[in-house]
């Protein structure tokens, strides 16, 4: 027919196991990321002009890599509620299978 729908639970599932999976990707290559910049220390000096471009860089840092933290917690959100989505949708057509079943068994 045109214009139907055809949902697939198994391939929902999937994508949100692969959302998962990047998410935490992301957020390791984020905390590999910080450690690398960690290990650079401080290369502007302890002057009052390094000071300032230290406090600059760390609060620039700190936001940026909360902004990605963050982004990476709602990308896991969204991937696992995506999995819930499809383990749903495979629950709800069991149940209609089931319910057709008895039924046909009514009827016959």
Do not use: C
């Not at 984020?30 to 000071?51: I, K």
Request: avoid cysteine; charge should be negative; aromatic fraction near 6%.
């Amino acid at each position: 027919m045109a214009g139907e729908i055809e949902i697939n639970p198994e391939t929902i599932i999937g994508a949100g196991d692969n959302m998962v999976a990047s998410a935490q990707r992301i957020r390791s290559a984020l905390s590999a990321f910080d450690a690398e910049l960690a290990a650079f220390g401080a290369p502007w000096g302890n002057d009052d002009l390094g000071s300032l471009i230290g406090m600059v860089y760390e609060t620039i840092r700190d936001l940026a890599l909360e902004s990605y933290d963050a982004n990476g917690v709602e990308i896991e959100d969204i991937g696992k509620l995506s999995r819930v989505m499809g383990l749903n949708y495979q629950e709800t057509e069991r149940a209609i299978v089931e319910h057709l079943g008895r039924f046909g068994e009514m009827l016959s």
